[in-house]
């Protein structure tokens, strides 16, 4: 972690600072990757947000099928930005690929292997597009 980085997290665990800067990517394409950062007593849990709804909505996830999981963790959040503990500035995005690729797969980390990937292309003149991981070639019939 940078020093600029480590300084930061200290200074606001200290709680010296009661508006800084901080980011957060999902590990996966779950709620559950961004509200848990403000759970109670959580290391990460920077702005030091504690709700006992939030906590009853967070707990109760567990023990429930999909769609209530789902519901529950929807209340949480209403709960979390009525309280608005945090303030999102802007959002990252990222580029997807630019020309006919096949093996692309998007993801919430945006981590794409080039082992995965193949491009297709169209022959020069005329013939039948061969695609493969290893090299591309075209040939005539």
């Known amino acids: 972690m940078p020093k600029s980085s480590r300084c ?8 010296r600072d009661q508006v800084f800067r901080a980011s957060w990517l999902a590990d996966y ?3 559950y990757s961004f509200l848990q950062v403000l759970q109670s007593g959580f290391g990460i849990n920077l ?3 504690a709700n006992a709804e939030y906590m009853h909505y ?3 996830r567990q023990r429930v099928d999909a769609g209530r999981r789902r519901a529950l963790l929807e209340h949480a959040e209403e709960v979390m930005i009525a309280d608005q503990p945090l303030i999102p ?3 990252y995005v990222a580029a997807s690929r630019q020309r006919p690729v096949q093996g692309w797969r998007d993801n919430a980390m945006n981590v794409v292997y080039s082992k995965q990937l193949m491009k297709t292309v169209k022959p020069r003149h ?3 597009c061969e695609v493969s991981r290893c090299q591309i070639s075209t040939t005539s019939r």
């Open 47 to 49: 702005p030091r947000y």
């Open 8 to 15: 930061c997290c200290r200074t606001s665990i200290r709680r």
């Open 126 to 128: 005329g013939g039948r």
């Open 58 to 60: 967070w707990r109760s």
């Open 29 to 31: 394409n779950d709620a």
């Open 89 to 91: 500035l802007y959002f």
